[in-house]
Nanobody
Framework: QVQLVESGGGLVQAGGSLRLSCAAS????????MGWFRQAPGKEREFVAH????????NYADFVKGRFTISRDNAKNTVYLQMNSLKPEDTAVYYC?????????????????WGQGTQVTVSS
């Protein structure tokens, strides 16, 4: 069982930056693959980024490549999402999620555990 709590969201102007954090509690955080998803009003939840258990492998949605960076600190049981060059279309609730397994998944249904989300609003 893993409990996830996101933080770091807020209001930022276009072109600005935010760093989201997701603190995990429970057993064996370092064994879980982690992902960030987002959901804008009236839209489906969409994949943003994935990181493997060791932190050495990452994957991104095309629309955030070069702007967002996912990382993790297993000693602190925390995964991060550094978001730079933010755009108004990045406005959404951002969720972190976790699953155990050997494959890279971008589908939300594959993730076992979810945080409550943190709001990111980018003004133009």
């Amino acid at each position: 069982q893993v409990q996830l709590v996101e933080s770091g969201g807020g209001l930022v102007q276009a072109g600005g930056s935010l760093r989201l954090s997701c603190a995990a509690s429970g057993r064996s955080f370092s064994l879980y693959r982690m992902g960030w998803f987002r959901q804008a009003p009236g839209k489906e939840r969409e994949f943003v980024a994935h990181i493997n258990a060791s932190g050495r492998s990452t994957n991104y949605a095309d629309f955030v490549k070069g702007r967002f960076t996912i990382s993790r600190d297993n000693a602190k049981n925390t995964v991060y999402l550094q978001m730079n060059s933010l755009k108004p279309e990045d406005t959404a609730v951002y969720y972190c999620a976790a699953y155990s397994g050997g494959y890279i998944y971008t589908e939300a249904r594959r993730y076992e555990y979810w945080g409550q989300g943190t709001q990111v609003t980018v003004s133009s």
